[in-house]
């Protein structure tokens, strides 16, 4: 079992920055690749990055544009995500998850799941 609890969200203007981050507990971190994923209203699920077990490699969706970057401290069991460049369309939820493989985009890969933060963008 993974309990991840995700931080950081919160209001920001357009063009600007947040640095999510996601703690994990309950089971060895450094089993689990992980991922950043996003939920606008009304819509489903989305991918945003996913990184391997150790760190050495990332894979970005599309849509993050080379806007968002994902890392992790297997030290402190937690995984983040920076996030520049912030539009309107970037409002969601933001939620990390854990699972047993690397590269995978979809959601039914992951197996453990945070709450969410809320991210909002204002224009």
């Known amino acids: 079992q993974v309990h991840l609890v995700e931080s950081g969200g919160g209001l920001v203007q357009a063009g600007g920055s947040l640095r999510l981050a996601c703690a994990a507990s309950g089971s060895t971190f450094s089993n689990y690749a992980m991922a950043w994923f996003r939920q606008a209203p009304g819509k489903g699920r989305e991918f945003l990055a996913t990184?391997?077990?150790?760190?050495?490699?990332?894979y970005y969706a599309d849509s993050t544009k080379g806007r968002f970057t994902i890392s992790r401290d297997n030290a402190e069991n937690t995984v983040y995500l920076q996030m520049n460049s912030l539009e309107p369309e970037d409002t969601a939820v933001y939620y990390c998850?854990?699972?047993?493989?690397?590269?995978?985009?979809?959601?039914?890969?992951?197996?453990?799941w945070g709450q969410g933060t809320q991210v909002t963008v204002s224009s």
């Open positions: 998850a854990a699972g047993r493989g690397y590269g995978y985009t979809l959601t039914k890969k992951y197996d453990y």
């Open positions: 990184i391997h077990f150790d760190g050495t490699g990332t």
